[in-house]
C-alpha cells in the first residue's frame, strides 16, 4: 500500500451540493462527523461552493463552517476565508461596471418573463460580490417546486437554452456561465470560475490538490477545476459515493 503524503502535503476540496449534501439541504451529522474526525486528521480540508457564505453555512452546519474547515470558498473562491479569517474578496461590479451589468440584467429579466414554466415564485436575479446568480423558477421556491423545476429542466433544457441566448446576446462582456444544482446558473467573468480558488491553495505547498465534485461536464460549475492540471479529481455522484472514494483515497 502506497503510504500518503502529510497532512500539510494533501487537500481535499470539495463542492458542496450533490457532493456533501443533497441539492440545498443540509449536511447530515454523518457525513459531517466522517469529515471532521476522519477525513481531517489526515489531510487539509476545504469547501468550494458557489454559493455565498450564508448559504453554504445554512447547509454546512452554522457560521462556523469557516472554522471547521482551513479554507472555505465561497463564490467559486471570489470570496475567500483561510482558518476563520478572510484571504481574498472580488467584485463583479467593479470588473465589468454598473451601466453594462444593468443591461445584462435587464434582459435576463425580460427573457424570463417570457418563459411559460410549472411554476413560477420570487427572487429571479440574486447579486452576490463575484457574480450573478440567474434562476428562471425563483429562489423562493419551496423544495418541492425546486425538484419539479430539475426534472422539466432536464426534459425541456430551459437554462441550456436560456445560456446560448446570453452568450448570444452578450458576446463582448467575457462573461462564462455556469449551470450548477438544479434550478439556476451563475455569470461571472471569465477565469473566475472555481478554478479561482486555487490560487490561494497553491500558495500554500500542497503536493497534492484533491477536488470532489458533480457537475463535471462541460457546463457544470465543477467542470474546469474538475479538468485543471493543478487537481486530482474525482467524480462523484452524491455524499455516500463521495465518502466511499475518500475511504479509498485516504485508506480510512
Not at 468550494?48 to 472555505?72: R, T
Not at 467584485?91 to 427573457?111: P, R, T
Not at 426534459?155 to 446576446?169: C, M, T
Amino acid at each position: 500500500m502506497a503510504s500518503l503524503p502529510k497532512r500539510e502535503e494533501i487537500i481535499c476540496l470539495f463542492d458542496v451540493d450533490g457532493t456533501l449534501t443533497m441539492p440545498r439541504n443540509k449536511i447530515i451529522p454523518t457525513t459531517e462527523e466522517f469529515l471532521l474526525t476522519k477525513v481531517k486528521p489526515v489531510a487539509t480540508i476545504g469547501l468550494v461552493g458557489g454559493s455565498d457564505l450564508k448559504k453554504i453555512a445554512e447547509q454546512m452546519g452554522g457560521a462556523d463552517v469557516i472554522k471547521k474547515f482551513e479554507y472555505v470558498f465561497a463564490e467559486n473562491g471570489l470570496v475567500a476565508y483561510k482558518n476563520g479569517h478572510m484571504i481574498g474578496k472580488m467584485s463583479i461590479q467593479e470588473h465589468v461596471g454598473e451601466e453594462k451589468l444593468q443591461k445584462f440584467i435587464n434582459y435576463a429579466l425580460g427573457y424570463m418573463s417570457k418563459l411559460t414554466l410549472p411554476v413560477k415564485r420570487g427572487t429571479f436575479i440574486e447579486f452576490r460580490d463575484g457574480l450573478v446568480n440567474v434562476c428562471p423558477v425563483g429562489r423562493s421556491c419551496s423544495q418541492a417546486e425546486r425538484d419539479q423545476f430539475a426534472e422539466y429542466d432536464k426534459e425541456h433544457r430551459i437554462r441550456e437554452n436560456f445560456v446560448k441566448e446570453l452568450q448570444a446576446q452578450f458576446p463582448d462582456l467575457g462573461l462564462v456561465f455556469s449551470i450548477g444544482g438544479q434550478i439556476s446558473f451563475d455569470v461571472f467573468p471569465k477565469g473566475w470560475d472555481k478554478t479561482f480558488a486555487l490560487s490561494f491553495v497553491e500558495k500554500d505547498g500542497f503536493k497534492e490538490i484533491h477536488f470532489f465534485g458533480d457537475k463535471t461536464a462541460p457546463g457544470g460549475n465543477d467542470h474546469e477545476i474538475y479538468e485543471d492540471p493543478r487537481t486530482i479529481s474525482h467524480k462523484v455522484t452524491s455524499p455516500e459515493d463521495t465518502i466511499a472514494q475518500l475511504k479509498t483515497l485516504l485508506h480510512l
